[in-house]
């Protein structure tokens, strides 16, 4: 069903071909019966993985990457397709066009994408609004970024006023700082950004803790184009700033395996099957550092139960999909968890966790 779908919507731009399925999709959810209908065809054959990170449980690890919802519109029937969690965003304090497009860039031959978006959204007061419009059907992460126009010595205050903003209606949040499409954003990964950007942010998290009587776990979403002494800044600032979750990772800016590909030259992150071993050494070398102190979640490339796996036993605890979900359509989620549910039967343990615990042992 979704080949054919995919067929038609591939003769489209690819930004035109995704706004119209959502569209559709969104018009379609109006219509009684059609969200549990989803739910039998994807949800449903999703098996029970339950995994507990960041202080919450998931029913699944496989969750949706952020940028595909960048407006909280989608909620409902993303979660019918059987996603464990779904991380929405990047939302910044004011709306934003983002780039002009064409602006989203299918590379069929290396199931990828590249994409120079530039935070497109309609901002942290209409997103709420969407949100809370939708009810949380499964444990949500919300994604924020700062705004083009704010100069880069403001961004804390981008961040803190988004981190406020969306906070009661977050089961975690997600700082962006590794976006290749907003000039000067990866800085903040530069040591001593970060210091001064993660120490804003963990003051910011336990007023509002403390506020409205909850923890909302805080993440930090990284690029894979970090080299070693980053990756080991990285490491240490997030343990000593008591963040509660590395993202690894956001699109890449290099091309590997590009070398023939037309539309290579494209600027923007690519992301998809050619990211894949990029994203999975940076878990692996975060992973050294962190030791399980600080977990993390994986994403790159995942198109299969085999892929995520992999992230896993690299020394993910959650994984996430974006791009193949383009390629594949939403069975893509429930392939990935069954296959998982599979290793986990055939190792003899009984629960996920434990299952990558003793691969991870074998592997040494
Ligand atoms: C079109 C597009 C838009 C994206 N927008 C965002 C975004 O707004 N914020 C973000 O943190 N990541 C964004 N990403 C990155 C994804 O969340 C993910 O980190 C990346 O695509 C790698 O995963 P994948 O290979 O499964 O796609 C975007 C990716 C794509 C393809």
């Avoid at 803190?160 to 009661?168: H, K, P, T, W």
């Avoid at 383009?326 to 893509?332: F, L, S």
Wanted: contains cysteine.
């Amino acid at each position: 069903m979704y080949k054919l779908l995919r067929a038609l919507l591939f003769r489209l731009d690819a930004e035109t071909s995704h706004r119209l399925t959502f569209t559709a999709l969104r018009l379609l959810y109006r219509l009684p019966g059609v969200s549990p209908t989803v739910r039998a065809v994807y949800a449903r054959r999703v098996p029970s993985l339950p995994v507990s990170v960041m202080g919450l449980t998931f029913s699944n690890p496989v969750g949706l990457a952020a940028g595909l919802d960048k407006n909280a519109e989608h909620v409902q029937s993303l979660a019918d397709f059987g996603f464990g969690f779904l991380e929405l965003g990047t939302v910044t304090p004011r709306p934003q066009p983002g780039n002009p497009r064409p602006r989203m860039f299918r590379l069929v031959a290396h199931a990828a994408l590249i994409n120079r978006m530039g935070f497109n959204n309609v901002g942290a007061a209409k997103f709420l609004v969407n949100l809370a419009a939708q009810g949380k059907p499964c444990p949500i992460g919300i994604n924020i970024g700062k705004n083009r126009d704010t100069p880069m010595e403001r961004a804390a205050d981008d961040y803190l006023s988004v981190l406020n903003a969306v906070y009661r209606l977050a089961d975690y949040i997600a700082i962006n700082i590794s976006s290749p499409n907003t000039a000067g954003l990866r800085d903040l990964q530069q040591e001593q950004n970060l210091e001064a950007l993660l120490s804003a942010l963990k003051t910011g998290q336990a007023a509002l803790a403390e506020k409205h009587g909850r923890y909302v776990p805080i993440a930090l979403k990284i690029a894979p184009d970090l080299d070693d002494t980053q990756i080991a800044a990285i490491a240490r600032l997030v343990q000593k700033h008591r963040f509660d979750a590395v993202i690894a990772t956001n699109t890449t800016i290099a091309r590997p395996g590009l070398e023939r590909e037309p539309l290579a030259h494209q600027a923007g992150g690519l992301s998809g099957r050619p990211l894949k071993p990029l994203a999975t050494e940076i878990i692996r070398k975060m992973y050294a550092h962190l030791q399980g102190k600080v977990p993390i979640i994986g994403v790159g490339g995942v198109e299969t139960a085999d892929d995520a796996w992999e992230k896993l036993v690299a020394g993910a605890d959650l994984v996430q999909v974006y791009t193949a979900l383009i390629y594949q359509g939403p069975h893509v989620v429930s392939e990935i968890a069954r296959g998982l549910a599979e290793r986990v039967r055939q190792s003899g343990c009984r629960s996920l966790p434990e299952a990558v615990q003793q691969a991870r042992k074998q592997r040494g």
